[in-house]
């Protein structure tokens, strides 16, 4: 589905469009040793320095989602945190970011992305001071939910300007390479630099630091990034954000409850069957509705559609593996969590390594779904060599070959997914294109967390309760389990739900590959221009 207002887009399924395409083009050559996709009278002439701009400001809502993970013992033990309230420190940000993400990036659309860009960074700024000097559990709670509505208004904004900046399909892959490396690879910087600002500063520096990146980020928006006027003639669509954001938050909020409370629970079998009544009533609604919130005309393109249901699915996997590789690199092989933040290093720098250097290169000349399929094959093999991990497994010989082809598969993945995903919107749906893909990526980290979380404890528990019968009979002779024995039981069923939630995430990254393949079927810019 291609938008002749916008010829630079690198993907397009529309073969009717490509003579209007063409004349569009002939009309706005850059004149002669211009760079391909700009002109003289280019406003864009340090987007690079723009792209530095917008890539600090994703890396801080990514690395946000898991640093204050490493942060939580300490910040429980200072303000008092029951066990049970705990979880709300990270709850409150992915429900408000989840949940808004849609809402964020249409009023992205209307009021204009570089001030909604602003606004989000100087709001998560402010939200990041106040959790940081937070005196009890709630303000620390309310700091969290109100970054997460303020990155639900900043992250949709960020991929918007990137999409409308970069148009020329090289530049477009380079600019994606670096925004997807960090998309990917955020996550797993988070953890270490929550590791270091843990152990030599304090906990409350996980939140601190966003003050200052998000202070430069300001001025450097202000004066790097260009936007089009916001479309202040279009209406909000009330009905739709009611609908359709508050199934978000229900389907967000299900399925974190669900780690703790068990998919049986009442609480989270009503949010989720509320979850989808809503979101049932907001499809309906969107394609009777004089403004949507979402049109249906984004979802409706087959690659486009594809792409993000393969973000959904591969973030699934990812979000899977950071929970269980910090809990046993921690608990069972005793790391710190300096120790267990560095231990991620390898993978993000496979991903960075994978979109820059590789996928950025080859998305000119190759199908979108010829890097994604092949990649998200490599991540799933990366996640079952991981299937064989035990208790005596160590780090260089069993756990980095499996990260690392974990990353080199989500590095490949990720730039054309993205690319792809945005690729063929008129302007003026932007924002909530942008906002359609980040909350695919929420989404799919919210069921990677829960369900296979949900999996790990149930093997685990089903390992333990068959084996700690046999075992007590064997040492029955001998007075009995002993405690080290008996921790080395536990430790061992422990892992058990580990590798068995793992195997389910390797499959699910294998039949996103399959859906990659089938469903995406957008052209190469080269084979476009052909």
Not at 265 to 279: E, M, R, T, Y
Not at 439 to 458: D, F, M, P, V
Not at 467 to 490: I, Y
Request: charged letters at 10%.
């Amino acid at each position: 589905m291609s938008d002749p207002t916008n010829p630079g887009d690198g993907y397009s399924n529309s073969n009717s469009n490509s003579n209007s395409n063409s004349n569009s083009n002939s009309n706005t050559e850059p004149p002669p040793g211009a760079p391909r996709g700009t002109t003289d009278t280019d406003p864009e002439t340090h987007r690079w320095w723009g792209l530095a701009v917008i890539a600090m400001a994703q890396l801080m809502v990514v690395l946000d989602a898991t640093i204050v993970n490493i942060a939580l013992p300490s910040a429980q033990r200072e303000l008092g945190l029951s066990n049970g309230n705990r979880q709300w420190v990270i709850t409150a940000y992915t429900l408000a970011f989840g949940g808004l993400l849609l809402l964020g990036g249409r009023i992205a659309d209307l009021v204009g992305r570089k001030r909604t860009f602003i606004i989000g960074l100087i709001g998560f700024a402010a939200a990041s001071a106040v959790g940081g000097a937070a005196q009890s559990p709630g303000m620390l709670f309310a700091s969290r939910a109100l970054q997460g509505m303020f990155a639900a208004i900043l992250a949709p904004s960020a991929l918007s300007l990137l999409t409308t900046t970069f148009r020329d399909g090289r530049e477009r892959a380079k600019a994606f390479g670096i925004y997807s490396a960090i998309a990917g690879g955020g996550a797993a910087i988070g953890l270490l630099l929550g590791g270091v600002l843990t152990e030599f500063l304090s906990w409350r520096w996980c939140l601190y630091v966003n003050v200052p990146i998000a202070v430069i980020a300001v001025f450097g928006a202000f004066g790097l990034l260009h936007d089009r006027e916001g479309h202040r003639e279009s209406r909000l669509d009330i009905p739709g954000v009611i609908l359709g954001c508050g199934g978000l938050v229900a389907l967000v909020y299900g399925f974190s409850e669900a780690e703790s409370r068990g998919w049986s629970s009442a609480l989270v079998l009503g949010l989720l069957c509320g979850a989808v009544a809503l979101l049932a009533c907001f499809a309906w609604w969107q394609t009777r509705a004089a403004g949507p919130l979402l049109p249906p005309h984004i979802i409706k393109e087959r690659s486009r559609a594809g792409s993000v249901l393969t973000m959904c699915l591969a973030t699934i996997g990812m979000f899977g593996l950071f929970l269980f590789m910090t809990f046993f690199l921690q608990n069972i092989l005793g790391y710190s969590p300096l120790r267990t933040g560095l231990a991620f290093i390898p993978m993000s720098a496979m991903i960075i390594i994978a979109s820059t250097q590789i996928a950025a290169r080859l998305m000119h000349y190759v199908q979108p779904r010829l890097l994604m399929g092949p990649g998200l094959l490599l991540a799933s093999g990366g996640l079952y060599t991981l299937t064989f991990i035990d208790t005596h497994s160590s780090y260089l010989a069993h756990i980095l070959p499996g990260t690392l082809l974990l990353g080199l598969g989500m590095g490949l993945t990720f730039l054309p997914v993205m690319s792809v995903a945005t690729s063929g919107v008129a302007p003026k749906d932007a924002g909530v294109t942008s906002a359609t893909v980040n909350t695919a990526q929420q989404i799919g980290g919210s069921i990677g967390t829960s369900l296979l979380n949900t999996i790990a404890i149930t093997s685990g528990t089903a390992y333990a309760t068959s084996h700690f019968a046999k075992a007590a009979e064997q040492a029955a002779r001998q007075g009995g389990l002993t405690p080290a024995q008996k921790t080395a039981l536990a430790n061992t069923a422990t892992v058990h739900g580990f590798t068995v939630a793992i195997a389910w995430a390797a499959a699910i990254l294998l039949f996103a590959a399959v859906l990659a393949m089938v469903m995406v079927t957008a052209r190469s810019p080269q084979q476009r221009e052909a």
